[in-house]
């Protein structure tokens, strides 16, 4: 008889035709699908129960529900569903146990659904890690450096203007000398890019030298102070005039302007007393 069928767990009997219970003369019924939030563990004609009611953090994670899930942030721990314990994640409605962060993450906080990412320079190797930024995210080696979620020491890698090997103590690129790159390439001599190029010591590239400036239709080329002008430091500046009452060689590379003997004058842009 149909009194003898009986809904699947997570299906509630709905009546129909003015019918009771299953039992009525007039009963007609059909099996529902539990609402979203609610479950039914059992077959038969019970009703759905609230996962709320069940348990404050835990849902149901669609219609038609048997059994109700930890919410994202818990686990099921002991019958119950608990907070995340630090240095792990949930992320979704499951039961499934929470997941230890990766190197590279972190999280000082229970109950979180998603790790927090280490900072640009830094690293982190433990997995599941309940530590805070500062304690859980070691600063690479000095003059070294790395992309956020780094997790190894040994991927630290050692800054523009300085070499070393990865992981360990970089060494600063001497004047004269530069190195262009992130990583552990040598550094190079100035004299790559041509005569007359220099730098201060842990330098990303070279650039005239004092007395010299890049020239106006090729500026990878540097070229003389002309008489009248003087440059006195290192870099892609031009060269400047003098001003009157001194005066610069027109046969050298100027990095200062002369002073006039005393009694004697010159106006500005002399290259002569």
Known sequence: TMSDCLCHPGYFDLFTDGATNINDTNSSFVCQPCPVGTIKPNPGSGQCVGCQDIDVHSNSTGVGGDDCKCLPGFELRGGECRLCKPGHYKNATGDYQCTPCGQGYYQPTSGQRRCLICPENRYQNRFGNPRSECAACKLCPPHSEAPPG???RSLCRCSPGFTG???E???????????SSVGEGACRPCSDFGPNYGSESGSATCSCIPGYSPAQRNVSICTPCKGGTSKDVLGSDNCTWCDAGTY?????????????????TSESRSSDV
């Open 169 to 179: 103590v970089c060494s600063i690129c001497p004047a004269g000398t530069y190195k």
């Open 165 to 167: 090997r990865p992981g």
């Open 248 to 264: 610069s060689d027109a046969a050298e590379a100027a990095t200062s302007c002369l002073s006039c003997p005393l009694n004697s």
């Open 150 to 152: 780094n997790p190894s």
